[in-house]
């Protein structure tokens, strides 16, 4: 069979490319520039819609209010040295300050509204942002009594009611999550539609915003597809717009990935293995029938190697850590250059921290977090063994498994676990399902189970092992 994306396959350095790169546009010419002359290029094409604040920009509207914050920017005497901070949900104005940025060639850091204070005042205090943005109702409730410590001008994103091609693509994700950054160029570069929300994740909301805007282009994170699979609307909902669904940013079950694609009109649910580091895609996988579960091939541009502890290259069907080469410049973590030089080796492969393998047609399968590694009896395992398996009970919506410590034994498995609308199951019921379906003593539930409505997430909505383990922890009365 023709596998898609081509790729080669170097069996000397034990690597596999995605070929060359293609370029749309000259090389020399900056994303802000792209952006500006796209937009100018076609004025009258919709740029936005906000299915929550009930606002429509058109691209020239989106253009003249981008360079309106830029010159703002400048006239505060802000230059490209100068970092620009974000605190804001997807509300009408977040495009524009981002594209301001872009025009003038300015870095921003972009933060979540769900951090507390104390994180918010932690990562604002590494890049030491000159200006800030945020939302005006979470500048009167939250940041009003600590945003001033910081030497800097505030500007908030007031909503303004009169403000106002062929694709239009939705994603939950906000500015601080690779999904979001990609979305918002795509935007200005490609004249696609962007339907946005600030609300909490709502699969029912989604629904009906695919259905009422009839939205061509998904880009979600495998949480929120398993709660819009658990949906009671999902099932009546009319999902015949959809061209395009791309998801990624952690381990999805195939009964989820099966239910969303069994009610597309197209086949067209590819799973995006995507690092924010590489500033793009890594692999796709365009053969869901042939390849489950893999997160694909490389693309265009992009090389990819696994290795091991030695940093030493291995063949196919070897599992070690992923690492990509996309032949362009990275900067690194701002002021952090003792990570940066763990994450990126001299020859500017960067190593992923994810555990792999790829198969002898150059499919690339993601076992674990290389962190996330268990021992029990100094036994290795990974979470993600047994959450494949505890995933294939009909009841389960979603899981999530961690180590519980143990002086004598070491990591010992435990199960946070939601299930399914209008379904019944209990926690034994699952620590028997695993049992009966695994011989090895280490792979046993044998920190127990637990029912819960919902998983502990981080902001972008993907689940949170740690904070989600210390959740059983509390429920449980176990010691850490």
Known sequence: MQYKPQITFDDKLKVWSGGERSNYFAPHLSIGEIIFREMERHPKLIAQISATEKTVLTRAEVRLNAMRVASYMRGLGLKQTDIVGLIARNTTHLVAVAYACFFNGMP????????????????????????????????????????????????????????????????HSTLDWISGLITIISAGVFSVTSIIADNVFDP??????????????????????????NCPEFDEADLSSVRFYIYGGSNCSLKVQSRIRSRLSHDCLHFAYAVTELNSVGCTNLHFDEKPNSVGRPIRGISLKIINEQDEALGPNETGQVCFHNGQNWSGYYGNPEETRIIQDAQMW??????????????????????????????????????????????????????????????????????RHGTNLHAQDVVDYVKASVDAKYKQLNAGAIIVDDLQRSANGKTNRHATKAHFLEVTKRER
Not at 210 to 225: A, G, L, W
Request: one cysteine or more.
């Open 204 to 229: 029912a909301f989604v629904c009906r915003m695919i259905e009422e805007y009839k939205i061509t282009f998904i880009f979600q994170c495998p949480s929120h597809m398993a709660m819009l699979a």
């Open 350 to 419: 960067l190593h992923t921290g994810d555990l792999g393998y790829m198969d002898d047609d150059g499919f690339l399968y993601i076992i674990d977090r290389q962190k996330d590694m268990l021992k029990y009896h100094n036994i290795m395992y990974y979470p993600n063994e047994i959450e494949t398996i505890i995933s294939q009970m009909p009841n389960v919506a979603e899981v999530c498994v961690f180590g519980v410590w143990d002086e004598v034994n070491g990591d010992e498995a435990a199960a946070s676990v939601v299930t």
């Open 108 to 171: 921003f850091h972009s933060l979540n509204i769900s951090y507390e204070q104390e994180t918010i005042e932690k990562l604002f205090s590494i890049t030491r942002p000159r200006l800030i943005f945020c939302d005006g109702d979470e500048y009167e409730t939250q940041h009003r009594r600590w945003l001033w410590d910081f030497d800097l001008r505030l500007y908030i994103l007031f909503r303004h009611s009169h403000l106002s091609s062929n694709d239009v693509q939705y994603t």
